[in-house]
């Protein structure tokens, strides 16, 4: 597609439960973000993905959390034994380095019982 | 460390007025700014985008925003407001390479 792709659009898991999102990002952007968006607390950095760099994790939240990119491109997000404080909705974002422009998936909207 | 400042949590303009929207932003060099709309319900837009150059930069939708360094600020700006433009706001700071920040919005509410 032409777009950055999220899935699955919505889940719902238990409390303790590990979730898994995935983000396709645009084709051929080397660059790639997860962000965590709570009601009232705006876009909070998670975790960036630039070419073979190591990757900047410096806002994952906790140890539950954790994000891997293979092969440059399709990026899973992990998060271990969900808290309700998890909740969100988990925005993907690939960026065109040339104009810097953020490209942002639909968001993956997770609810933890 | 890098941050962004949106002090107004939500605004309310009437219909045609004008609206200015304030960031301001922490940042060790000179910073990539951003402004991003969310529609409800809808995604991020990009709106207008600061790298270098004239101060004062042009985005869709008919808005503009101006990179004053002394003060540290990049206020959004739109000398009228439709009813469409309600939505929520965000401003970003950022450097090649580097992470990009985003404030925790404003959200603009147009009355009638």
């Known amino acids: 597609g032409a777009g950055v792709s999220q899935s699955p659009s919505n889940k719902v898991t238990e409390k303790g439960k590990d979730v898994e999102l995935r983000c396709d990002p645009i084709?051929?952007?080397?660059?790639l973000y997860w962000y965590r968006q709570s009601l009232g607390q705006g876009l909070e950095f998670l975790i960036y993905f630039q070419g073979n760099s190591a990757p900047d994790k410096s806002g994952l939240p906790s140890d539950r959390f954790s994000a891997e990119r293979t092969g440059g491109s399709v990026s899973t997000l992990t998060i271990q034994r969900t808290q309700q404080e998890d909740s969100a909705v988990y925005l993907c974002a690939s960026i065109q380095i040339r104009t810097g422009e953020l490209f942002f998936g639909e968001g993956s909207r997770l609810t933890v019982l | 460390a890098q941050s962004v400042t949106q002090p107004d949590i939500h605004i309310t303009v009437s219909e045609g007025a004008s609206l200015e929207l304030r960031c301001n932003y922490s940042y060790g060099a000179t910073p990539y700014l951003f402004w991003y709309v969310q529609s409800p319900g809808q995604g991020l837009q990009l709106l207008l985008k600061y790298f270098s150059g004239d101060t004062l930069v042009q985005g869709i939708k008919g808005f503009e925003a101006e990179f004053k360094r002394s003060q540290s600020s990049f206020n959004l700006r739109k000398p009228s407001v439709p009813w469409s433009d309600a939505a929520e706001y965000f401003c970003a700071v950022g450097a090649q390479g580097t992470a990009l920040i985003f404030g925790k919005g404003t959200t603009l509410s147009v009355s009638s």
């Open positions: 084709s051929g952007h080397t660059a």
